[in-house]
């Protein structure tokens, strides 16, 4: 499970998030969306124990991520949108460490299996700094992956990716939901968000606009008893002065 409880977050005197509280339940998908510098990667990044709340309280798997930050990056994979991997190592290699790092048990079949769904099999000896960029991205889905993490937390994570990486990582999305992890995606690809998530979280100015199931947020905006479209509620919601709450 995933919570944040009243998270604060600036930078001296900019307020990248304020007062946010949200949780997401093992087998959610949580969409992250708003316009750029709504906070929505400072959330994520703050989640993985990356950077510290400036107040509040950050939850993965019932763990504080202040009190808790070697444990918590055990139980939490973060992709950020532009992947740092280790350019002088092949891709078997990066997942070779990675297992090695957090102990993966049969390390080989599922090194196998994730290279093989993800079209990187014929590049496994191949160093990262010669990987395309959508590749880079495959790359670094993978090494989250193989460890089984409960909390997954993708930023931009189609950024590069072909239709048929874009397809793969959004059955893999569902499968590791229906296994169990609880996954917060950020992304202005609306209707890709509208296809995976089971909910979502509006972000603007660092402020939640709307916090609850996908179906709810659309049901606010429906016309003539026609709901709308994630992306149609987006902008409606996004025009309002005051939040437009949340439901479950």
Do not use: N, W, Y
């Given at each position: 499970m995933i919570r944040a409880l009243d998270f604060h977050k600036a930078y001296d005197d900019t307020i990248a998030v304020a007062g946010l509280s949200f949780e997401v339940l093992p087998g959610?998908?949580?969409?992250?969306?708003?316009?750029n510098g709504a906070g929505k990667t400072t959330t994520l990044r703050a989640l993985s124990g990356l950077i510290p709340a400036t107040r509040g309280r950050l939850e993965v798997a019932g763990?504080?991520?202040?009190?808790?930050?070697?444990?918590v990056k055990q139980q939490t994979a973060y992709v950020p949108d532009d992947p740092q991997l280790f350019d002088d190592l092949t891709v078997g290699q990066h997942m070779d460490f990675f297992a090695s790092v957090y102990r993966v048990a049969d390390a080989e079949t599922k090194t196998q299996g994730l290279l093989q769904t993800f079209d990187l099999i014929e590049k496994v000896d191949q160093r990262?700094?010669?990987?395309?960029?959508?590749?880079?991205?495959k790359l670094a889905v993978c090494c989250a992956y193989l460890y089984s993490p409960a909390a997954i937390l993708l930023d931009e994570p189609?950024?590069?990716?072909d239709p048929p990486g874009i397809r793969n990582l959004l059955e893999s999305v569902r499968q590791r939901a229906a296994d169990g992890a609880a996954i917060m995606i950020s992304s202005h690809l609306l209707a890709m968000i509208e296809s995976v998530c089971t909910d979502v979280l509006v972000l603007e100015r660092g402020r939640?606009?709307?916090?609850?199931s996908i179906d709810a947020f659309k049901a606010r905006f429906e016309s003539?008893?026609?709901?709308?479209?994630?992306?149609?509620?987006?902008?409606?919601?996004?025009?309002?002065?005051?939040?437009v709450g949340a439901s479950g």
């Open positions: 959610q998908v949580l969409g992250l969306v708003g316009p763990l504080d991520v202040e009190q808790h930050p070697i444990a990262a700094s010669a990987l395309s960029r959508g590749m880079r991205q189609m950024t590069g990716l939640a606009k709307f916090c609850g003539a008893g026609t709901p709308a479209s994630l992306e149609q509620a987006f902008f409606a919601a996004t025009a309002c002065e005051l939040p």
